[in-house]
């Protein structure tokens, strides 16, 4: 079955730096491909997802990057603010009907 | 308007109590979850919900039981509560068609067993 990893396990980026997420996963059906965001104290939020017709997607200050030979895709956070800093998971999944497969979560801190 | 709402936001209760987590979403979704997030912040799905009908039963002892009295309630029902039960749990919602995945996490429910 699908099996995402997610690295690193905690980030601590310089407030206004770049923070940048890495996920593998192993499953090449695998076409569907969310970022969500969970702050202290409440459920996670998409923030970004990408399909894998799609190599880069963009929205503000958050991109997110695909390379389906390596099977690998990545989250961008550029002039990193401090409601930035929270708990960031990746998945994957082949679509509607399949179950999300999700990464083990990422702590981003910014420091001011 | 709160889309998906679960109550309570915290319970804590001593083991082998019975207890039960009870979750709305006013999104008119079909498809409602159960997930747990431990202390490590791992999300592990526990069961889903179509339409009132289980879809998915990832390996959870039969202590826990999900009921869904209509496709807009999922409800969390635990029995004989252990020490291994602490955790977050999470509804969330989703409505299933075409390219569209996207979940809608309520704000999670801190179980402490004693």
């Known amino acids: 079955g699908e099996n995402v990893e997610q690295h690193p396990s905690t980030l601590s980026v310089q407030e206004g730096d770049s923070a940048v997420i890495k996920c593998t996963y192993s499953d090449s059906a695998s076409n569907y491909f969310p970022w969500y965001k969970q702050e202290l104290g409440k459920g996670p939020q998409l923030i970004i997802d990408?399909?894998?017709n799609v190599g880069e997607k963009k929205d503000q200050r958050i991109a997110v990057t695909l390379n389906k030979t390596a099977k690998h895709f990545s989250l961008h956070i550029t002039e990193t603010q401090p409601e930035d800093s929270a708990v960031y998971f990746c998945?994957?999944?082949?679509?509607?009907?399949?179950?999300?497969?999700w990464g083990a979560g990422t702590k981003l801190i910014i420091k001011p | 308007d709160t889309a998906v709402s679960q109550t309570p936001k915290y319970l804590v209760t001593q083991m082998g109590n019975d207890k039960s987590i009870k979750c709305e979403q006013n999104?008119?979704?079909?498809?409602m979850y159960w997930y747990k997030q431990d202390s490590k912040k791992f999300l592990k799905i526990m069961f889903s919900y179509n339409n009132k009908e289980l879809i998915i039963n990832e390996t959870v002892p039969n202590r826990f039981s999900p009921k869904s009295p209509d496709k807009a309630h999922l409800n969390l029902h635990i029995n004989s509560l252990e020490l291994g039960d602490s955790a977050v749990y999470f509804c969330?919602?989703?409505?299933?068609?075409?390219?569209?995945?996207?979940?809608?996490f309520g704000s999670g429910t801190q179980l402490s067993v004693l």
């Open positions: 969330a919602s989703s409505q299933e068609s075409l390219n569209n995945e996207k979940l809608f």
């Open positions: 990408i399909r894998s």
């Open positions: 999104l008119g979704h079909d498809t």
């Open positions: 998945a994957a999944s082949k679509g509607s009907n399949y179950q999300l497969i």
